[in-house]
């Protein structure tokens, strides 16, 4: 099976019906000479769309007012402490049935 093509489809598809989100990560880098951590801001964008859990899915893990969101296969993979609109990223999981070729990322958020 083919699924770069697949991934391309779902790029379309939530282009489509979805919208362009932008994610900030922010990570750092010790500075022996300063003795300080040194902050670097990266951002990245797709297209992805939010869904809603219901109630009977909330857990331990999933709480109220925790988003889902679908997003199609970026450059840059999401990482827990990604924020957008919003929302800081809590997990994210990635349909890949090759185990090589992510075809979308599905993220759960929180404000």
């Known amino acids: 099976m083919n699924y770069a093509k697949l991934a391309i489809d779902a790029r379309k598809l939530l282009k489509t019906f979805g919208a362009s989100f932008t994610f900030t990560s922010i990570t750092s880098t010790y500075n022996p000479t300063t003795g300080n951590e040194v902050p670097t801001t990266t951002t990245y964008s797709g ?40 929302y800081t990223v809590m997990e994210v999981a990635k349909t890949s049935p090759d185990n090589t070729t992510v075809v979308v990322y599905d993220i759960r958020l929180r404000r």
């Open 47 to 86: 297209y992805g769309v939010f869904g809603q859990y219901d109630q009977a899915q909330y857990s331990d893990t999933i709480q109220s007012g925790d988003v889902p969101m679908t997003l199609e296969a970026v450059s840059t993979e999401p990482q827990i402490g990604d924020t957008v609109a919003g």
